[in-house]
Structures are given as structure tokens and as C-alpha cells.
């Protein structure tokens, strides 16, 4: 059977294998951060500082991370983000273990963790382009999505079950799988990349952000991505309704995380075989309003088969979103100002799920849970109808490719 991108590509392998691994053991990860913090405080805001203390460090040094990749390795620099996320986590587990972890411990570790994504971020997705053929953009992005929604989905459900072991069996499991990450993308054959050998000024530092406000169908689909799943994510209050109102346990939070990406790994499958070629706009839109809905759902829900149902659709929903923004970034930028660009796409991803955190964390303490996931849903739906008339040019959106025979 002929693979949708070419894994006969040692390097794209390489790479492939390497982002799998730090995802997984960043979702198993996630797991015992939220539902560690939750036991030490019972509090909605200090779950939504866990977002907060992630999404400080995407904030401040966005820029710079997208200048270091478009100037240096971008090779190096996933290194660079792998080995300080191996140091977070080895301080959680030993503070775990010698029982001396605390809410503060685990929000300066979460500060580091936002830097390593912060520079990870920006260098990965940057480099993806220059492993593939340009025809094979599309899909490679849909396999690297589907691969990553696989490790969201299996990550959480082992994170749980690991967790009855204690937190610190859980770190160091997530360590194990960070090590292998960067022993194999220290091992990647050489990537040829161009490097912007510009002089460095305020304008080129800023350029990624210039670049998207000026291109209106990349910055029309990342705001309207962004703005979604900020106020309407249910990531961060799954503790909550996961203990307090499907009173489940560590293993029906875990399955409650996997269940977007179990419904977005079916639909990133899917596409991988059925690459989105016409009508791109409109299915952008349809996507971003389905996920408003099922958040609804899952608002309404108190039955834990119908909470798994509502966070399947939104997550399936989410990836036809994922799928078509990132290969709009991707296929309008030029090479060398792919970092720059991925960093701001990354701010925005980073601000929509870690910011978002913490606001569905601080509207969960204002008016409860689920009033705060049924505001999320409604304001879903409505930025979807506005969005068309803001950006005309992606609503109206044909080929995903435009040179796509």
C-alpha cells in the first residue's frame, strides 16, 4: 500500500518519529499536571494559571524564536526545546517522588515548558517544507497532524492509568520519551534550508507579523482558529467535570482528553487519503461552527458516554481546521520567513489553547463549569458568522493548493 508522503524519506522518518515521541510524552504529561494541580488546590483559577504560566513565555519570545529559525538550524533548535523540556520534567518527577511538589513547582515548570514549545514550535513546523515536496505539503502536514492527534489520544489514556503508579512514575515515563525524541532528531541527516542573511533590524524581527496581517486568508484562518478554541475550549476544566460532575477518576480524565483526538486522528486519517482540494473556505467555516456545537453539547452533557460523543465530533471537527490553516501558512510563505510566520502562527495557537485555559479557568470560578463551556460554545458560533464577512477572500477560498493539478 503506497503511504501518503514518502517515509522512504529518511530525514521526513526522522522527524516524524522525533515530534511523535516529545508528543506523547507531553500528553501523558499534561494529564498529571492538570489533575496533580487540581488535587493539591481544588480551584478552576489554578488550572487556569497552569494555561497562564505556558502561555507567558509564547508571548514574550515568540518573536525571537522565529528570527533563530529563519537565521540558524532549525534542527538545532528543536534540540535546543527537547532537552528543556527533558529538564522540566525531570524536576517534577523528582519533586514528585520526594514528595515536595507544589502548585508553585509545577507553574515554573510549566514557565519552562512554554519556552521549549515556544522554540519547538516555531522550528518544526517551520522545517516541514523543507523535507517534502511542495506537492506533498499537504499531506505530509495531515500525517504529522494525524500522528500527533494519535499520541493525544493514547497519551492521556496511558498518562491516567501511569498515574494510579503516582505522579512521579508518570514524569518519568514522559522523560523516558523525550530522551528518544532527541536522540533521534540529533540523528537526522543534514536539512538543506535557506537562511535569511538580511540584517537584522526591528522591521525584519517583526516581519512574520507584518507578513500575516498583510496576507488576509492566513490571518482571517488563524484569528478566527485562535478566538475559537479561546473561548471555547474544555481542555483545561476536564478536571472539573471529570471529578465533580461525571464523577470519574485519573483514568476517565485520561479518556476524557483523548476523545477530541481520537475524533481528530479519524478525520486527519481520512483526509490523508482524501486531501482537501475544493471548497476549502466553506469547509473551513463549516469545521470552526461544528466545533462551537459539540462544546455545546459537551456543556449540556452530564453523561460520560455523551461527554466522549461531544468531544470526538469537536475534535474531528478541530483537525479539518488544523489541516487547512496550517498548509495555508505553510504554501503562501516564502521559505525564509517560515519561522518568523510559524512563530506567529504559533502565538496564536499558543494564545487560543494556553490563554484559553486560563480564561475558561477564571470563568469557571465566576459562574461555574458549565455555564462557562456553554458561553465558550455560543461565542463559537457567532465568530464563525462574522468571520465571513471580515475575510471575504477565505470564505469564498476554492483550491487549499492553487497550483494543484
Known sequence: MKLPVPFD????????????CGSMAQQMLLVGLGWQ?????????????????????????????????????????????????????????????????????????????????????SASAAVVPNLVRKSELGQAMTVTAAG????????????????????????????????VSLIVIFLMPPIAQLKDTRK?????????????????????SISMDMLAVLIGSVTA???????DILDTDSVGLGFLRSA?????????????????????????????????IGTLGFGLSESFALSMAMLFILGAADMVSVVIRSTLVQIETPDTMRGRVSSVNS????????????????????VGAAPAVLIGGVGTLLITLVWIPLFPGLWQRDKLIPDEE
Open 148 to 179: 500527533r492527534e494519535f499520541c493525544t489520544i493514547v497519551g492521556p489514556a496511558v498518562g491516567g492509568f501511569v498515574y494510579i503508579l503516582g505522579a512521579s512514575a508518570l514524569y518519568f515515563s514522559s522523560l523516558a520519551l523525550v530522551l
Open 237 to 243: 476544566l476536564l478536571p472539573i467535570f471529570a471529578k
Open 37 to 121: 494541580v487540581y488535587l493539591l488546590t481544588e480551584s478552576a483559577l489554578a488550572l487556569g494559571l497552569v494555561g497562564l504560566a505556558r502561555y507567558l513565555p509564547l508571548l514574550l519570545l515568540t518573536v525571537h524564536a522565529g528570527h533563530m529559525a529563519d537565521r540558524h538550524s532549525r534542527v538545532k533548535q528543536m534540540l535546543f526545546a527537547r532537552a528543556l523540556t527533558g529538564v522540566a520534567i525531570l524536576t517534577l518527577g523528582i519533586t514528585s517522588y520526594l514528595d515536595l511538589i507544589t502548585a508553585n513547582i509545577i507553574y515554573l515548570c510549566c514557565v519552562a515548558l512554554g519556552v521549549s514549545q515556544t522554540y519547538g514550535m
Open 9 to 20: 524519506n529518511r530525514q521526513f522518518s526522522q522527524y516524524w518519529v522525533g515530534q511523535m
Open 260 to 292: 477530541p483526538a481520537a475524533g481528530a486522528l479519524l478525520m486527519s486519517l481520512y483526509l490523508a487519503r482524501n486531501p482537501i482540494r475544493r471548497a476549502a473556505g466553506h469547509k473551513l467555516y463549516a469545521a470552526v461552527a461544528i466545533f462551537g
Open 200 to 220: 537584522t533590524d526591528l522591521a525584519e524581527l517583526l516581519a512574520g507579523f507584518t507578513f500575516v496581517w498583510r496576507t488576509k486568508q492566513v490571518l482571517g
Open 347 to 366: 502565538l496564536f495557537i499558543g494564545t487560543s489553547n494556553h490563554l484559553g485555559e486560563f480564561e475558561s479557568g477564571v470563568l469557571a470560578a465566576l
